[in-house]
């Protein structure tokens, strides 16, 4: 217990020692919620069901950070330890390398929670936020989606023999996604062909469920199976390729 706590400890510091990752992470969702807001405000609107624009982008943002952290954060963090041959030190220790990705997968998920949180907390000061499920279940469904996200990630990094390969398949899989599925702009403002082409998308799907338990709507069924499927696949196949050196 004692070295998974001094990993996890030392993945968080690298992490924080990163200010491209943490920018793009933490204060890139913040900037756009203080964008959003600030240009339509978050009155009641029937197109969101009486909750408010920011209302429903919170839900989004929050898809952007866990999009950011497990297609381009932990693919290009995990290759690049693989390059420069960390991943091959971590074998050679007595300590199990389990140790090395559960405090990995422990930090990345805080790190998207604290995220969260933040934009939370702003939207509640700034923009009056409203909240209309369970927090339990907001909670399930950001865990779900950290899972499957995260989990594709490990499947890119096994993958990737290099950082700059990692980033480039994570930025050619993210970018669209970020824009096409409802995270940035709302989909029901889209042409109808690109909501068809988002409803194909993983990102669409997190930005779906969060909204529907936040606004207390219910578990979107579809966008659960989507997840958990990621989440199987990813894990599996992942588990299979994923390479130490």
Known sequence: MNKYIQMSLIQAKLFFREPIALFF???????????YGAIFGNDPNPNFGGFGYIDSQVPGLTAIIVGT??????????????EQK?????????MPS?????????????????????????????????????WIDVLAAFSLSTI???????????????????????????????????????L???????????????????????????FGSGWETGSVAMLLGMSVVGITVGSLVFQWE
């Open 25 to 35: 992470t933490i204060a890139f969702p913040v900037l756009l919620l203080v964008m």
């Open 98 to 134: 389990t140790v090395y990705l559960a405090a990995d997968i422990l930090v990345n998920f805080v790190i998207a929670f604290l995220g969260m949180m933040l934009l939370i907390v702003i939207a509640i000061f700034a923009f009056d936020l409203r909240f209309g499920g369970r």
């Open 188 to 214: 029901n403002i889209m042409p109808e062909g690109v909501q068809q082409i988002s409803s194909w998308l993983p990102l669409t799907h997190v930005v779906k469920l969060l909204q529907a338990v936040w």
């Open 69 to 82: 952290i497990g297609l381009i954060g932990i693919p290009v963090t995990t290759a690049n330890n693989r």
């Open 86 to 94: 960390v991943l091959r030190r971590f074998m050679a220790t007595p």
């Open 148 to 186: 499957a996200f995260f989990a594709v990630g490990y499947l890119i990094a096994g993958v990737a023999q290099t950082g700059r390969v990692a980033q480039v398949v994570g930025q050619v899989a993210f970018l669209p996604m970020m824009f096409l599925s409802g995270a940035t702009l709302p």
